[in-house]
């Protein structure tokens, strides 16, 4: 089914709507010199408006640098965990990583010849105190990495946790790590901006060099442990919204960007031939949270047969325009993952079917009146379906729903469009009907299952994941299993109960894998990751953003 011109039309209005570019003029050569020039500088780009607070705190979600994304150019992780092509693990600061069986215990063997950016030496001593921070309560554990404490062993250290870290392995690997000659000095590593003469030092291919509201600049680290770096400098700056953003990547004022652009050919593709766009799919995916609780979704026949009515392709080809992959599996599980799917299921696949689904409803005592799909009680099936306004791509998706729903099923989608607290508040609560969300991505198939059937997630009343509140026993026990396994073979036979309660009880509807989007130009610069060569995201708030800076090469 083609969702009509005038809800495309309306979709792309609402999100190209006029912005204010918010006082961000980039530095000289932001985006220039000349084609070919190994001088280049490279500007980064978010849309998030301006940025008023200098923060160089790579802890903190809100600093300037977490925010901007330059901590992760300044500050590096033990390793790189790719979340999209073969999800490998890159050894980074450390020259090797190894987790014991039971994921309980991480040993790393720090890399030699690594200097700090003030010149100190890089060493073991430096890892253990970023971990002992937690140990000490000194910095706060957001991450939920139950670190316990550190022993060194020549050139090895082993880092020990409560749990098994098997479903979390990137929170612990992408740990920025700080000096301790530094950082031992902090009072509150919590709340300190790292302003001050000196702070800002971390191992990075790139140093602080002037930190203003409008613009951030960096320069290439001169004793960078990995080599030269082709490009000799960073400018970071904020538009004030995807419009702004769109037209100065269209013209070369920006040149590097992580954003879901709308009509991305017409508006910045087709305007240069050196524009780029890497869609990179990751094992999470957009997808439908049902209340399971109450009516309409509390009947599992209901959630099948919607399952089989759905169009997953004009999800990707309309709201998505595109950029991710759809799923079909019965599974929930996508392309990443498909190695992983349990033999009975590996052709198990949906359609848009809704012969098959008429029959599932009928079947479960489903009726039709005048057109309208009535439930076994003889009440007109509705629901609504809700997404903050100005999520273009989800907001598009919803009235997909609400015309292919009506027109194949009888069924009225109401189309929710509430401020972002609002919706915050409902998904947690549970006083919605439907949702569009994403799911914690783990890198292998518990985030799905975790998201959409584990009970954990609900503290208080309240639902971080999990938000149609599922919960069967066995399905905890398999994820409990999973994620604390000590072996292949255990997590494997959790899985294959994992799958198979997904595949049964439909408790929501993946649609399309939840991608990873860079937009960036080959004007100067060859060796981006590509659709054949995803080393990394092209995402440069990502963690990979590292390797691809060092694998850039002048053209």
């Keep these: 089914m083609k969702l009509s011109r005038s809800l495309i039309a309306i979709g792309?209005?609402?999100?190209?709507?006029?912005?204010?570019?918010?006082?961000?003029?980039?530095?000289?050569?932001?985006?220039?010199?000349?084609?070919?020039?190994?001088?280049?500088?490279?500007?980064?780009?978010?849309?998030?408006?301006?940025?008023?607070?200098?923060?160089?705190?790579?802890?903190?979600?809100?600093?300037?640098?977490s925010k901007y994304g330059y901590a992760k150019v300044i500050f590096e992780p033990l390793a790189l965990v790719n979340p999209t092509g073969d999800l490998g693990t890159t050894p980074w600061l450390a020259e090797s990583v190894e987790w014991n069986d039971d994921y309980t215990e991480l040993t790393v063997v720090p890399r030699s010849g690594v200097n700090w950016s003030d010149g100190e030496p890089f060493t073991a001593d430096d890892i253990v105190f970023t971990f002992d921070q937690y140990l000490s309560g000194k910095l706060a554990d957001s991450q939920g990495l139950h670190y316990e404490g550190a022993t060194v062993d020549g050139d090895k250290v082993t880092l020990k946790f409560a749990d098994s870290k098997f479903t979390a392995q990137s929170r612990v690997l992408h740990t920025?790590?700080?000096?301790?000659?530094?950082?031992?000095?902090?009072?509150?590593?919590?709340?300190?901006?790292?302003?001050?003469?000196?702070?800002?030092?971390?191992?990075?291919?790139?140093?602080?060099?002037?930190?203003?509201?409008?613009?951030?600049?960096?320069?290439?680290?001169?004793?960078?442990?990995?080599?030269?770096?082709?490009?000799?400098?960073?400018?970071?700056?904020?538009?004030?919204?995807?419009?702004?953003?769109?037209?100065?990547l269209a013209s070369g004022e920006a040149d590097w960007a992580q954003a879901f652009l709308p009509q991305i050919e017409e508006s910045y593709l087709s305007v240069d031939p050196d524009n780029q766009f890497l869609v990179s799919p990751t094992a999470g995916a957009g997808t439908l949270f049902m209340n399971l609780q109450t009516k309409p979704f509390n009947n599992p026949a209901l959630r099948e047969a919607l399952a089989w009515t759905i169009d997953r392709d004009a999800y990707v080809d309309i709201a998505r325009?595109?950029?991710?992959?759809?799923?079909?599996?019965?599974?929930?599980?996508?392309?990443?993952?498909?190695?992983?799917?349990?033999?009975?299921?590996?052709?198990?696949?949906?359609?848009?079917?809704?012969?098959?689904?008429?029959?599932?409803?009928?079947?479960?005592?489903?009726?039709?009146?005048?057109?309208?799909?009535?439930?076994?009680?003889?009440e007109a099936v509705s629901f609504s379906v809700s997404v903050p306004a100005g999520w273009s791509d989800w907001n598009t998706e919803q009235a997909l729903l609400a015309e292919e729903l009506d027109e194949t099923l009888g069924i009225e989608v109401k189309v929710d469009q509430p401020d972002w607290g609002g919706w915050d508040a409902a998904r947690q609560e549970g006083t919605f009907q439907a949702i569009i969300h994403w799911l914690e991505d783990t890198g292998n198939v518990y985030g799905l299952y975790t998201s959409t059937m584990d009970p954990k997630w609900i503290v208080d009343g309240k639902a971080q994941y999990n938000f149609g509140r599922f919960d069967d026993p066995a399905v905890t026990e398999a994820?409990?299993?999973?994620?604390?396994?000590?072996?292949?073979?255990?997590?494997?036979?959790?899985?294959?109960?994992?799958?198979?309660?997904?595949?049964?009880?439909?408790?929501?509807?993946?649609?399309?894998?939840?991608?990873?989007?860079?937009?960036?130009?080959?004007?100067?610069?060859?060796?981006?990751?590509?659709?054949d060569d995803q080393y990394a995201s092209a995402d440069p708030t990502q963690p990979g953003i590292v390797q691809i800076l060092t694998n850039l090469e002048a053209k």
């Design 12 to 65: 792309a209005i609402a999100t190209l709507s006029i912005g204010v570019l918010a006082g961000c003029s980039p530095a000289a050569d932001g985006g220039g010199g000349e084609s070919g020039s190994s001088t280049a500088a490279l500007t980064i780009a978010k849309p998030d408006g301006a940025i008023t607070t200098e923060s160089h705190n790579p802890y903190l979600g809100d600093s300037s640098a």
């Design 479 to 531: 994820l409990n299993t999973y994620a604390n396994a000590s072996s292949d073979e255990e997590r494997a036979a959790a899985s294959a109960v994992l799958q198979t309660a997904f595949a049964e009880n439909v408790p929501a509807i993946p649609l399309g894998a939840h991608p990873l989007l860079g937009e960036f130009n080959t004007r100067n610069y060859v060796g981006w990751p590509s659709e």
């Design 176 to 248: 920025p790590i700080v000096p301790k000659h530094i950082w031992e000095s902090i009072e509150d590593p919590n709340t300190d901006p790292l302003t001050g003469e000196g702070l800002a030092v971390g191992t990075g291919p790139y140093v602080l060099d002037n930190w203003t509201t409008e613009s951030v600049t960096l320069t290439a680290n001169e004793d960078y442990w990995g080599g030269e770096l082709s490009v000799p400098e960073l400018h970071y700056v904020s538009y004030g919204d995807n419009a702004a953003l769109t037209t100065a």
């Design 321 to 378: 325009e595109g950029a991710s992959e759809a799923v079909w599996n019965v599974t929930g599980l996508g392309t990443l993952l498909a190695d992983e799917i349990i033999p009975e299921y590996q052709d198990a696949e949906y359609s848009v079917d809704v012969d098959k689904a008429k029959q599932i409803l009928t079947d479960a005592g489903y009726t039709w009146k005048s057109d309208k799909l009535m439930d076994p009680d003889g």
